[in-house]
């Protein structure tokens, strides 16, 4: 299978690779499974104002799994989180040109992210 | 013999498998699963060597290899093996040069593994409610 140049980059230098410490302006989303074989976690920082600070992930997968989440971290800093939750997978598709056989993979990157939203608005009623 | 020098340098490593039996095994073959490494994008990273993820029939497949689940290997460790065979033209330096690449290639992909962290911490991944897809 040939990878795409943005695969490549991404995968050869992650971009946004690690964890956030958890608090109340954290949000974690972890989405997958081992048996499927990928998992992502994606985590954010919300500021005061509402807007993603930062992001951190750490994904178990193949290498256009961990494209798709190191560009969402890269996407969705500075967005509010309504902007962040409208990122859609085909967005993330077409950036990396995944093959349709990876398109899960994005698919997933778009989950992670609507996971992590989630938790950080389940922490922030 | 080639296959065992590879082994050899590999086996120390945590959480590494042989698949298969060691005796009763083809000379030349080394299919291994190192948990919490995904299969293919470990191959991402031997761009150099010609290796295989799971086993020859299922490479094409993002499915686990159904040879090493009859194995008895869980979906997991199936999902992160990865097989090197060993030709006749295969030198000593060569299998020198795939230890050292492997090494540092599993070491990079568990630090960007969030199950290698939950290993780490000591949870039981198998008590973790995963949403499969």
Redesign the interface.
């Known amino acids: 299978m040939a990878y795409s140049e943005k695969v490549l980059d991404h995968y050869e230098n992650p971009r946004n690779v690690g964890v956030l410490e958890d608090d109340q302006s954290v949000g974690t989303g972890m989405v997958g499974a081992p048996a499927c074989g990928d998992v992502m976690k994606l985590q954010i920082k919300v500021g005061d104002d509402g807007i993603i600070q930062d992001a951190k992930f750490k994904t178990y997968g193949c290498g256009s799994a961990i494209a798709s989440s190191s560009l969402v971290t890269e996407w969705v800093k500075g967005k509010s989180l309504d902007e962040a939750a409208e990122i859609k997978n085909t967005q993330i598709a077409q950036e990396l040109a995944l093959p349709p056989v990876k398109i899960h993979c994005s698919v997933l990157a778009e989950d992670a992210i609507a996971a992590a939203i989630d938790n950080y608005r389940e922490k922030n009623q | 013999m080639l296959r065992d020098r590879l082994y050899d340098g590999l086996k120390d490593m945590e959480e590494v498998y042989v698949n298969g039996d060691l005796e009763h095994r083809i000379a030349g073959n080394l299919n291994i699963s190192f948990n919490?490494?995904?299969g293919?994008?470990l191959i991402?990273a031997l761009r150099d060597l010609a290796v295989s993820s799971g086993s020859a029939c299922t490479s094409a497949s993002?499915e686990?290899s159904y040879v090493l689940r009859a194995l008895g290997r869980?979906?997991?460790l199936a999902?992160s093996s990865i097989r090197f065979t060993i030709g006749r033209f295969t030198t000593l330096e060569e299998i020198d040069y795939t230890i050292e690449l492997v090494r540092a290639a599993v070491e990079k992909l568990r630090?960007?593994?969030?199950?290698?962290?939950m290993y780490k911490d000591g949870i039981d991944?198998n008590s973790v409610e995963?949403?499969?897809?």
């Open positions: 919490f490494v995904e293919e994008s991402m993002l686990p869980n979906d997991e999902h630090e960007l593994s969030p199950l290698w962290d991944l995963w949403v499969a897809h």
